[in-house]
């Protein structure tokens, strides 16, 4: 395409929200002259469903669940008095305690203020807070924050080795709606012990968010917490981040959260009604749709040019994926529909994969995220007339053209700064996107039925370990395929579980043979 052809393109496709700073160029997809038209009748009845889901309809049939994440920056949208005042409550509780930590009148056991803060949650309960915290917290912060946003044992001693004396000063707070959750049932069951192996009462330095009436509600009253924050049903993890899950430790770090959910709120309010041509969430699952044909055949690469939006991929990753890859749509049939994301930051990527975005199979559609503000401050030449900034820049602005004279697509968003409300902007921006694009294929975009699947294979896998374990005789070896015709399993799980055990569990060893059916594995 010529560059008259394509600055016609540019000025007509680019759409901007002066009064938010935000910006969409979808210039660089491959939308056809009839493409618009032909989605008209989709895009419509996607604007019908949001309005419907805002409004409080069932929009997550699976579970017979309203979907309210849009109610939390705008509690007049609650279709129940009761909702709103919930939310309004749980903000200015979230307020409150955090500034009562900050001056003193929350306490740890010794007496002293908190210096540090120890988030254990996973998925959204974790990511959230994670970008969050990257993106909008310096080093003045009120208190350091930290994560066991994992099961891994090592990881959790890796941060408990960085907390180190602070852990005296560090308050808790567990996140589980359910409180059944196996990760942050273990993380917390970690740090418990490691408190109490610093002779501390792990209470008087723990904060509960969880669903009222939860098995963590229970315990978190049972043990004596500190407090406790809700959780509502009607709020999936990864739409969670303006819920008590990312606003307590938000607060706690000092964000001004009034901002951040106002611009959710205001980017929210612009995408309501506004039709496809101007109303950027709609135009990005438009977009979506005509680069996957509809089906998710490609993937969309996450390219933000700030390295405080360097979780973005992270966060989006679960966003999208967890919302849009399902097996069967709303009417049953099987359509297995997803859009896989992935991304780091530029120009970070410019020495990565960007080699391969270019010239190697063309499966992906990029999204660039711009911030326009370089930094604040004077800015250092690093060569006459040219900053840091300027060659990020050029960067993005070279590898979006490098990327399109290829024949490769991308859209960039573009934001004036990366501040409270900016990211409120982009969150809703997304959140929005994919709950339009949820209707554009007509899938059920808040179950997640492959997630609880997963689940449900680790508890068989936990079952099973246990009948290995006991199923070994001391000073008897035993090969795999032999201990699992004694138990009535399968030979392969067995054998993991027999290593498993080798690996983590004093006094059983294994001996190679020539492949794992040779195997011998013998308990002390």
């Known amino acids: 395409m010529s560059a008259p052809a394509t600055w016609s393109r540019f000025s007509q496709s680019f759409v901007r929200y002066e009064d938010l700073g935000l910006?969409?160029?979808?210039?660089?997809?491959?939308?056809?002259?009839?493409?618009?038209?032909?989605m008209a009748g989709k895009a419509e009845q996607a604007l019908v469903d949001m309005k419907a889901l805002e409004a409080g309809a069932i929009a997550n049939p699976d579970e017979q669940r309203m979907v309210g994440h849009y109610w939390l920056r705008n509690p007049a949208l609650a279709p129940a008095v009761a909702i709103r005042q919930q939310i309004e409550s749980d903000i200015a509780d979230s307020k409150a305690f955090a500034a009562e930590v900050h001056s003193g009148k929350v306490v740890n056991q010794s007496g002293g203020k908190f210096t540090d803060v120890l988030v254990i949650g996973i998925g959204g309960s974790a990511l959230g807070p994670q970008l969050v915290s990257e993106a909008l917290v310096g080093a003045d912060a009120p208190m350091a924050l930290h994560f066991f946003d994992n099961t891994d044992p090592d990881g959790m001693q890796r941060v408990l080795a960085r907390i180190g004396v602070k852990l005296a000063t560090t308050l808790t707070v567990i996140i589980s709606k359910s409180g059944g959750t196996a990760e942050t049932r273990n993380g917390m069951l970690s740090a418990k012990a490691a408190y109490e192996a610093a002779g501390l009462t792990f209470a008087q330095h723990a904060v509960a968010v969880t669903g009222v009436g939860s098995k963590m509600d229970a315990y978190a009253i049972g043990e004596g917490f500190i407090k406790r924050f809700p959780m509502q049903d009607w709020v999936g993890g990864r739409t969670s981040v303006m819920h008590t899950v990312g606003l307590v430790p938000a607060t706690l770090q000092g964000v001004d959260i009034d901002a951040f959910l106002a611009g959710a709120a205001a980017m929210d309010e612009k995408t309501r009604s506004l039709p496809a041509a101007q109303n950027i969430s709609l135009l990005i699952a438009?977009?979506?749709?005509?680069?996957?044909?509809?089906?998710?055949?490609?993937?969309?690469?996450?390219?933000?040019?700030?390295?405080?939006?360097?979780?973005?991929?992270?966060?989006?990753?679960?966003?999208?994926m967890e919302s849009l890859g399902k097996e069967r749509d709303l009417n049953g049939e099987v359509v297995h529909q997803g859009i896989a994301v992935y991304g780091n930051k530029g120009s970070t990527d410019q020495h990565a994969y960007v080699q391969q975005l270019r010239d190697g199979v063309n499966n992906f559609f990029a999204t660039f995220i711009e911030v326009r503000?370089?930094?604040?401050?004077?800015?250092?030449?690093?060569?006459?007339?040219?900053?840091?900034?300027?060659?990020?820049?050029?960067?993005?602005?070279?590898?979006?053209?490098?990327?399109?004279?290829?024949?490769?697509?991308?859209?960039?968003?573009?934001?004036?700064?990366?501040?409270?409300?900016?990211?409120?902007?982009?969150?809703?921006?997304?959140?929005?996107?994919?709950?339009?694009?949820?209707s554009l294929v007509n899938i059920n975009a808040y179950h997640q039925p492959g997630v609880e699947a997963g689940k449900k294979a680790a508890g068989d896998f936990l079952q099973l370990l246990a009948s290995v374990k006991a199923g070994l005789t001391p000073g008897q070896p035993t090969t795999a395929e032999a201990l699992a015709t004694a138990l009535s399993a399968d030979a392969e799980d067995v054998w993991h579980c027999l290593n498993h055990l080798a690996a983590n569990q004093g006094g059983i060893s294994c001996t190679t043979g020539a492949h794992p059916a040779a195997d011998t594995f013998l308990k002390g």
């Open 23 to 38: 910006s969409l160029d979808i210039s660089r997809m491959h939308y056809s002259e009839t493409f618009f038209a032909e």
């Open 286 to 320: 438009l977009m979506w749709y005509s680069a996957g044909g509809g089906k998710g055949t490609k993937d969309m690469v996450i390219l933000p040019y700030k390295d405080r939006l360097v979780l973005m991929s992270k966060y989006l990753q679960q966003l999208v």
């Open 373 to 438: 503000g370089a930094q604040s401050g004077p800015a250092l030449e690093v060569e006459p007339g040219v900053t840091c900034g300027d060659y990020l820049q050029g960067f993005l602005r070279g590898t979006r053209r490098a990327l399109y004279e290829n024949d490769r697509e991308s859209l960039t968003l573009s934001i004036p700064e990366v501040n409270a409300f900016t990211l409120g902007v982009i969150i809703a921006t997304f959140e929005r996107a994919v709950g339009f694009y949820a």
